[in-house]
């Protein structure tokens, strides 16, 4: 049995309509966790739920199911509103020990992301984890390795250059527009459109800092309504206003910027409606259009102090962005690499047997030091006796914890293990040990003690 495991879909093995049939919104999430706690199924439990992946990470428990993956599934299909689809081969992945905890470490540093570099991910999985934590199905192992895959990510944005660019259009146009200006808390932005396209766009905008933002819909409402919520989103002073198409000529007559994103079938920034304003204008005005069919008339780039830019323009700097991204890859893995050997040289010293091993070196430490203070006092015969003494009540005292630890590694829960085997390992300052010197001769001083551990066992 792995003492972790990830059972999973995402955007490499299914389609949308599989994933979207198997995503959970955050009170399912925390139902379905609190299923896991209830039945002891696993020790410990984390489901990581986005539009692109829905993965569970889990400790499995000594009573754990027969198929993980079929688990799974039934605990979706008991939390969701309607039953999972049926999924084609391949959609579902497993992946154990290692490999779970190297895929983790990828997907917080957005390697295994549909955008590779992209930010989102590595909040969503801290939010996983916080549910987890909520859920107290987050124990010994899930916390320490959470917490590792929080620096992975931390580590792969500041140590390379692999999140840097805009990697997306509506984050594109903003970036191409920061290029130009040098604040945009002091320019004024005409937003032409109000749908999901232009909502990321305007939040880009905030994001950078914009201070003014008209914008503009053919549903006046909805422009009213996503001003006010970029109002409540932007950190500084913001004067955000709403417009109908009617009254674009003015309100582009007021704007440096402008970025259109409607979805008409028409282009709705005219030139027989804009070139009379903008024939006035004297300073310069930067359009990007990034809507397909476009929304600016192509002639109104021929005019003086006007710039236009479209989607072909963007996608140029998002692929070089991206190529970027893709140079800064191995960088990463390397990281990642790093993390995972780290990972496990921990995973590993929170093992029984090296546990065992040094809780007798270090006793032997302690009795060795003791007879060397005292052992003076006594000579020939007594001198035996003391040795004698000691030895055997340094076995008595490690008989108990020593039974215990064995007894965890044949029958216990993989968290309690973990969990005992490190506060053992804290109690007697057991990683310091382990780090003073090569194991050499004090393994071979261990084991000629261990031999006698029966017969302490037998008169305990």
């Known amino acids: ?101 190297r895929h983790l470490f990828r997907v917080a540093a957005s390697l295994d992301s549909q955008i590779v570099g992209e930010s989102e991910i590595l909040g969503q999985v801290k939010t996983a984890y916080h549910q987890a934590v909520e859920a107290r199905t987050a ?27 805009s990697a997306g259009v509506p984050q594109a146009a ?4 920061a290029q130009v200006f040098a604040d945009l808390a002091q320019k004024t932005v005409l937003l032409v459109g109000a749908g999901r396209t232009a909502e990321a766009v305007a939040r880009a905008l905030v994001a950078r800092g914009a201070g003014r933002l008209i914008v503009a819909n053919r549903t006046l409402y909805r422009a009213q309504q996503l001003a006010l919520d970029l109002a409540g989103e932007s950190a500084g002073p913001s004067t955000h206003e709403a417009v109908g198409l009617d009254d674009l000529p003015p309100a582009v007559a007021r704007a440096d910027l402008v970025i259109a994103s409607t979805g008409a079938t028409e282009p709705v920034l005219t030139y027989d409606a804009l070139a009379p304003v903008l024939a006035r204008r004297t300073r310069p005005l930067m359009i990007i259009d990034i809507a397909v069919p476009r929304d600016v ?11 236009l830019y479209d989607i072909d323009d963007l996608d140029r700097l998002v692929e070089r962005n991206m190529a970027e991204r893709r140079r800064e890859i191995p960088r990463a893995e390397a990281i990642v690499d790093d993390e995972v050997a780290e990972f496990e040289r921990w995973l590993a010293s929170r093992q029984v047997a090296p546990t065992i091993r040094l809780l007798r070196r270090r006793l032997r430490g302690i009795r060795l030091a ?3 203070r ?11 006796q003391l040795e004698a003494f000691t030895r055997s009540m340094a076995k008595r005292i490690l008989h108990h914890p020593i039974a215990l630890l064995k007894h965890l590694a ?44 029966t017969d302490a066992a037998d008169d305990a």
């Open 1 to 101: 049995m792995p003492e972790l495991l990830v059972i999973g879909t995402s955007h490499h093995t299914a389609p949308v309509e599989v994933r979207e049939g198997l995503a959970l919104a955050p009170d399912a999430v925390r139902r379905l966790l609190a299923q896991v706690r209830a039945d002891h199924a696993w020790d410990e439990a984390l489901l990581l739920s986005t539009c692109n992946r829905t993965e569970f990470y889990a400790v499995p428990g000594p009573a754990g199911p027969a198929d993980p993956a079929a688990d799974l599934v039934a605990r979706l299909g008991r939390v969701r509103p309607a039953p999972p689809p049926a999924l084609p081969d391949g959609a579902l992945y497993r992946l154990d020990d290692r490999e779970a905890v």
């Open 139 to 165: 124990g010994f192992l899930l916390n320490r390795l959470l917490h590792r895959a929080f620096r992975v990510g931390k580590r792969v944005r500041t140590e390379t250059a692999l999140g840097q660019g």
């Open 174 to 177: 903003v970036e191409l527009a």
């Open 297 to 307: 008339d192509a002639r109104l780039g021929r005019l003086e102090h006007v710039y």
């Open 370 to 372: 003791q007879i060397d």
């Open 374 to 384: 005292y052992g003076k006092q006594f000579a020939g015969a007594d001198r035996d």
């Open 410 to 453: 044949a029958d216990g829960a993989t968290s309690e293990r973990l969990a005992t085997v490190d506060l053992v390992r804290r109690l007697f300052d057991l990683d310091a040990l382990e780090a003073e010197a090569p194991a050499g001769e004090a393994e071979a001083a261990d084991e000629a003690e261990a031999a006698d551990e």
